[in-house]
C-alpha cells in the first residue's frame, strides 16, 4: 500500500484496531482483578464463581433454546417467503421480498421497543385488545417470555436467511421439487 489511500487505509485499520481491543483488554484486566477496576491483584475468583453457580446450566440451556428456535423460526419464515417470492405466481409478489428485508432496516433497538409496546403484559396494545374481546383476566402474550424473545430474534434475523435462501431456491431446479 503506497500513497495517499494506502496511508489512509492504515490509520482507519490502527484507529479501528485501537477502539476494538483496547476495551477487550480492560474486560479481560476487569474479569481478573479483585475489584471493580482493572488493576490490583489478580485472581481468578470471578471466574470461578460465576462458572460454579448451580444456575449456570439453566442460562446455558436457555441460550441453547433461544438460539435454536430464533434461527428456525427466522429459517422456516424465510423459506416460506422465498418459495411464495420465487415459486408462486401470487399477485404483489414483489412485496414479499421487500417485506422480508424491512427487519434490516430499522434499528434494533425501535424493533425491539415496537415489539415490547405491542406485546407487554400489562399495557401492550395486542393484549389490551384480546383481553377486552375475549374477556380475559391475564394478557395472553409476554414478549418477556423465552417465546416472545425467540419471536423478535427470529424476525430480526429474517432478512439474513431470506438473503441466503431466496438465489439458492432461485437457482434451484423446479422440477426437482
Same mark, same amino acid.
Given at each position: 500500500?503506497?500513497?495517499?489511500? =494506502?496511508?489512509? +487505509?492504515?490509520?482507519?485499520?490502527?484507529? @479501528? =484496531?485501537?477502539?476494538?481491543? %483496547?476495551?477487550?483488554?480492560?474486560?479481560?484486566? =476487569?474479569?481478573?482483578?479483585?475489584?471493580? +477496576?482493572?488493576?490490583? !491483584?489478580? +485472581?481468578?475468583?470471578?471466574?470461578?464463581?460465576?462458572?460454579?453457580?448451580?444456575?449456570?446450566?439453566?442460562?446455558?440451556?436457555?441460550?441453547? @433454546?433461544? @438460539?435454536?428456535?430464533?434461527?428456525?423460526?427466522? +429459517?422456516?419464515?424465510?423459506?416460506?417467503?422465498?418459495?411464495?417470492?420465487?415459486?408462486? !405466481?401470487?399477485? %404483489?409478489?414483489?412485496?414479499?421480498?421487500?417485506?422480508?428485508?424491512?427487519?434490516?432496516?430499522?434499528?434494533?433497538?425501535?424493533?425491539?421497543?415496537?415489539? @415490547?409496546?405491542?406485546?407487554?403484559?400489562?399495557? =401492550?396494545?395486542?393484549?389490551?385488545?384480546?383481553?377486552?374481546?375475549?374477556?380475559?383476566?391475564?394478557?395472553?402474550?409476554?414478549?418477556?417470555?423465552?417465546?416472545?424473545?425467540?419471536?423478535?430474534?427470529?424476525?430480526? !434475523?429474517?432478512?439474513?436467511?431470506?438473503?441466503?435462501?431466496?438465489?439458492?431456491?432461485?437457482?434451484?431446479?423446479?422440477?426437482?421439487?
Amino acid at each position: 500500500m503506497t500513497g495517499k489511500h =494506502g496511508k489512509l +487505509t492504515l490509520l482507519l485499520i490502527a484507529i @479501528v =484496531g485501537f477502539l476494538t481491543v %483496547c476495551p477487550v483488554v480492560m474486560l479481560i484486566f =476487569g474479569s481478573l482483578s479483585k475489584g471493580l +477496576t482493572a488493576s490490583g !491483584d489478580f +485472581t481468578l475468583a470471578k471466574y470461578i464463581s460465576a462458572y460454579s453457580d448451580p444456575a449456570l446450566l439453566e442460562v446455558l440451556w436457555n441460550t441453547v @433454546v433461544f @438460539v435454536v428456535g430464533s434461527s428456525f423460526s427466522a +429459517t422456516v419464515l424465510a423459506l416460506f417467503l422465498a418459495y411464495l417470492n420465487i415459486r408462486t !405466481d401470487i399477485p %404483489c409478489k414483489f412485496i414479499f421480498g421487500i417485506i422480508s428485508i424491512i427487519p434490516m432496516m430499522i434499528p434494533h433497538i425501535l424493533f425491539s421497543v415496537s415489539w @415490547v409496546l405491542l406485546l407487554n403484559p400489562s399495557n =401492550g396494545i395486542f393484549n389490551l385488545i384480546l383481553k377486552e374481546i375475549f374477556s380475559l383476566e391475564n394478557s395472553p402474550f409476554s414478549i418477556y417470555s423465552l417465546s416472545g424473545m425467540i419471536l423478535v430474534e427470529g424476525l430480526l !434475523d429474517l432478512p439474513i436467511a431470506y438473503l441466503i435462501i431466496a438465489p439458492a431456491m432461485a437457482a434451484f431446479d423446479a422440477s426437482l421439487e
